[in-house]
């Protein structure tokens, strides 16, 4: 009362006809938009964002220093819970930086069943990304029509591993299972109707008055500010810069094929929709190449210290036996000392590894780079000055994951 | 604005394109399922519950207590607990595997070198209790029988018990280290 009474004083000296404040105003970490639990405090002037502060942490597991107690095997399933909607290019980014570091070469076969689950994983982030997005903005049936197909690549990854989300697929030096020619065949008719799936969606919301009013203009960041911030992926991609860590630094069998890198122009959130979808489109052309191409063979490496011995030999033969008891309780014995940082492209932006070895079976330190902790840093940026609801589409649009913002 | 784009404004097509595309998945089979009424079937290999392994010739448990799976399980949730017979042989006097924290990343049969553990496809069993989670070898003994017993358990084992010698390029003898 006594503010308020200050406040109609100090308007009246100014002779000002009604007192402003700036009014603060909490959002999350349970609102259904902030797509987990992130938590931003907003200080508003009427509806317009004046400053935005993120605070993070509140899906914080320690996974970084979990892992100096695991060995090297042990941390292919906490990989799977950084970005649990795609567990499968965690999996992949760890496993190509433990490969770099012990200088394995990953055989063939490998190469481009990884590609291929990468971009299946690919297609389900964004899957879920479009989903929510526009059900943040207000188109339901979207959501539901992502989620049949969705269904349909999960039961494929059941069929592959064993599990649908948390997938602990691949191994250092190779993946867990071969995958089979029926699997193959499935994926292969999938990718056939997939592209007229994503047609249905955008017949649903391209053009749609509500959706280009939400977001052509919203959340703008120039090309310049986004390689400033760091960004990556899809979100720097929608700015107009063409980098992909696919194409700059191959890995797995990106080399082998052929696609392009789709860019935005404006860099606002329409436009880093439209980047996801074409993205749809080269993912579905790439593992449609890859199951064309795919060679036949072994799916482990020739790597027998840093790789657990066959099953049938473990049984059979007593060195194999020693071998695989060592491997197992104390991880590999024969890793280089060294540290090493490997990036790969996770369907959100860039993922890194940065592992320092001792020498022993466990990372001394792992320091993980993940795009969504980058992104969040970001957001004052892109919504400085814009209206409360639209940080809502400026939130679903550069698609974070708290899991691996707070790991 | 040209007339074309100001007559597909104010003729609303975009929206009645949607619209049509909406009304057409209504005449289309739904695809959900109505959970407790429609059960999905999981896919061969799917990581469900855990099940100590019963030895077909023997009617015994395969386990030899080697501490293997529980060495390798990244949230250590198995716990073992031996000791020996008047013969000097290792007896398994407990076997408990705390189902609440185990992360399903089947690593422990991976590790195992006894085919002795396995993931079953159950995974219907959330109870009101934390007790029922506490998985003691009688029960996981139990689950075999009630989940993988006869050709289901040993086509586990013959697709999903990996590495095998066919996975590697050419198998050498491992490095002694
Ligand atoms: S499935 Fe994984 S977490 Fe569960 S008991 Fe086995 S090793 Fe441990
Ligand atoms: S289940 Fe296998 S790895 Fe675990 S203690 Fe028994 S024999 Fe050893």
């Given at each position: 009362?006594?503010?308020?009474?200050?406040?109609?004083?100090?308007?009246?000296?100014?002779?000002l006809?009604?007192?402003?404040?700036?009014?603060?105003?909490?959002?999350?970490?349970?609102?259904?938009?902030?797509?987990?639990?992130?938590?931003?405090?907003?200080?508003?002037?009427?509806?317009?964002?004046?400053?935005?502060?993120?605070?993070?942490?509140?899906?914080?597991?320690?996974?970084?220093?979990?892992?100096?107690?695991?060995?090297?095997?042990?941390?292919?399933?906490?990989?799977?819970?950084?970005d649990?909607?795609?567990?499968?290019?965690n999996?992949?980014?760890?496993?190509?930086?433990?490969?770099?570091?012990?200088?394995?070469?990953?055989?063939?076969?490998?190469?481009?069943?990884?590609?291929?689950?990468?971009?299946?994983?690919?297609?389900?982030?964004?899957?879920?990304?479009?989903?929510?997005?526009?059900?943040?903005?207000g188109?339901?049936?979207?959501?539901?029509?992502?989620?049949?197909?969705?269904?349909?690549?999960?039961?494929?990854?059941?069929?592959l591993?064993g599990?649908?989300?948390?997938?602990?697929?691949?191994?250092?030096?190779?993946?867990?299972?071969?995958?089979?020619?029926?699997?193959?065949?499935?994926?292969?008719?999938?990718?056939?109707?997939?592209?007229?799936?994503?047609?249905?969606?955008?017949?649903?919301?391209?053009?749609?008055?509500?959706?280009?009013?939400?977001?052509?203009?919203?959340?703008?960041?120039?090309?310049?500010?986004?390689?400033?911030?760091?960004?990556?992926?899809?979100?720097?991609?929608?700015?107009?810069?063409?980098?992909?860590?696919?194409?700059?630094?191959?890995?797995?069998?990106?080399?082998?094929?052929?696609?392009?890198?789709?860019?935005?122009?404006?860099?606002?959130?329409?436009?880093?929709?439209?980047?996801?979808?074409?993205?749809?489109?080269?993912?579905?052309?790439?593992?449609r190449?890859?199951?064309?191409?795919?060679?036949?063979?072994?799916?482990?490496?020739?790597?027998?210290?840093?790789i657990?011995?066959?099953?049938?030999?473990?049984?059979?033969?007593?060195?194999?036996?020693?071998?695989?008891?060592?491997?197992?309780?104390?991880?590999?014995?024969?890793?280089?000392?060294?540290?090493?940082?490997?990036?790969?492209?996770?369907?959100?932006?860039?993922?890194?590894?940065?592992?320092?070895?001792?020498?022993?079976?466990?990372?001394?330190?792992?320091?993980?780079?993940?795009?969504?902790?980058?992104?969040?840093?970001?957001?004052?940026?892109?919504?400085?000055?814009?209206?409360?609801?639209?940080?809502?589409?400026?939130?679903?649009?550069?698609?974070?994951?708290?899991?691996?913002?707070d790991? | 604005?040209?007339?074309?784009?100001?007559?597909?404004?104010?003729?609303?097509?975009?929206?009645?394109?949607?619209?049509?595309?909406?009304?057409?998945?209504?005449?289309?089979?739904?695809?959900?399922?109505?959970?407790?009424?429609?059960?999905?079937?999981?896919?061969?290999?799917?990581?469900?519950?855990?099940?100590?392994?019963?030895?077909?010739?023997?009617?015994?448990?395969?386990?030899?207590?080697?501490?293997?799976?529980?060495?390798?399980?990244?949230?250590?949730c198995?716990?073992?607990?031996?000791?020996?017979?008047?013969?000097?042989?290792?007896?398994?006097?407990?076997?408990?595997?705390?189902?609440?924290?185990?992360?399903?990343?089947?690593?422990?049969?991976?590790?195992?070198?006894?085919?002795?553990?396995?993931?079953?496809?159950?995974?219907?069993?959330?109870?009101?209790?934390r007790?029922?989670?506490?998985?003691?070898?009688?029960?996981?003994l139990?689950?075999?029988?009630?989940?993988?017993?006869?050709q289901?358990?040993?086509?586990?084992?013959?697709?999903?018990?990996?590495?095998?010698?066919?996975?590697?390029?050419?198998?050498?003898?491992?490095?002694?280290s």
């Open positions: 009362m006594e503010n308020l009474k200050d406040n109609l004083d100090n308007g009246l000296k100014d002779s006809p009604i007192a402003t404040k700036e009014l603060t105003l909490n959002m999350g970490p349970q609102h259904p938009a902030t797509h987990g639990v992130l938590r931003l405090v907003l200080e508003l002037d009427g509806e317009t964002i004046v400053k935005c502060t993120p605070y993070i942490g509140y899906l914080h597991r320690g996974i970084e220093k979990l892992s100096e107690h695991r060995n090297y095997f042990q941390i292919i399933p906490l990989t799977d819970r950084l649990y909607i795609a567990s499968m290019s999996n992949i980014g760890y496993c190509v930086a433990v490969e770099k570091l012990f200088g394995i070469e990953v055989t063939e076969r490998s190469q481009f069943i990884r590609t291929i689950a990468a971009e299946m994983s690919r297609i389900l982030s964004h899957l879920l990304w479009l989903g929510t997005h526009a059900l943040d903005i188109a339901m049936t979207v959501f539901l029509y992502c989620f049949r197909e969705r269904e349909k690549l999960l039961d494929l990854f059941e069929r591993c599990a649908r989300l948390t997938v602990s697929y691949t191994r250092v030096g190779g993946v867990k299972n071969d995958v089979t020619a029926e699997w193959l065949e499935d994926l292969y008719a999938f990718t056939g109707e997939f592209p007229m799936r994503v047609e249905q969606y955008e017949t649903l919301i391209d053009q749609n008055r509500i959706w280009l009013r939400r977001t052509k203009g919203i959340g703008v960041i120039s090309a310049e500010d986004a390689i400033n911030w760091g960004l990556s992926g899809p979100t720097l991609r929608g700015s107009g810069v063409p980098y992909d860590v696919r194409k700059f630094m191959p890995y797995a069998a990106y080399d082998k094929v052929k696609w392009e890198v789709p860019t935005g122009k404006n860099g606002d959130v329409y436009d880093r929709y439209r980047v996801r979808m074409e993205e749809f489109r080269q993912s579905n052309l790439i593992i190449q890859c199951i064309e191409k795919i060679p036949s063979g072994p799916i482990m490496a020739d790597a027998p210290k840093f657990l011995p066959p099953k049938d030999k473990v049984l059979n033969d007593m060195e194999h036996l020693i071998h695989h008891f060592v491997l197992i309780t104390k991880g590999p014995q024969t890793a280089p000392e060294g540290e090493i940082y490997v990036a790969t492209e996770a369907p959100k932006g860039e993922l890194g590894f940065y592992i320092v070895s001792d020498g022993t079976g466990k990372p001394y330190r792992m320091r993980i780079r993940t795009p969504s902790f980058v992104h969040i840093s970001a957001l004052p940026k892109f919504s400085e000055g814009s209206l409360v609801a639209d940080i809502v589409a400026s939130i679903g649009s550069i698609d974070i994951v708290l899991g691996e913002c790991r | 604005m040209t007339a074309k784009e100001f007559i597909k404004k104010v003729l609303f097509i975009e929206i009645l394109k949607g619209l049509a595309l909406t009304l057409k998945h209504l005449f289309s089979p739904a695809v959900t399922r109505q959970y407790p009424a429609e059960r999905r079937e999981p896919f061969p290999g799917s990581r469900g519950l855990h099940a100590l392994v019963i030895d077909e010739y023997t009617g015994k448990a395969k386990c030899v207590g080697c501490g293997l799976c529980a060495a390798m399980c990244p949230s250590q198995i716990y073992i607990y031996t000791s020996e017979d008047e013969d000097h042989k290792k007896i398994v006097n407990r076997y408990e595997i705390e189902v609440l924290r185990c992360v399903y990343c089947a690593l422990c049969v991976e590790a195992c070198p006894f085919g002795a553990v396995a993931l079953t496809e159950h995974y219907e069993y959330s109870d009101y209790s007790d029922v989670f506490y998985y003691t070898k009688e029960r996981l139990e689950n075999w029988n009630k989940y993988m017993a006869g289901k358990g040993k086509e586990y084992f013959e697709k999903f018990w990996r590495p095998k010698s066919e996975d590697f390029r050419n198998s050498k003898e491992p490095h002694a």
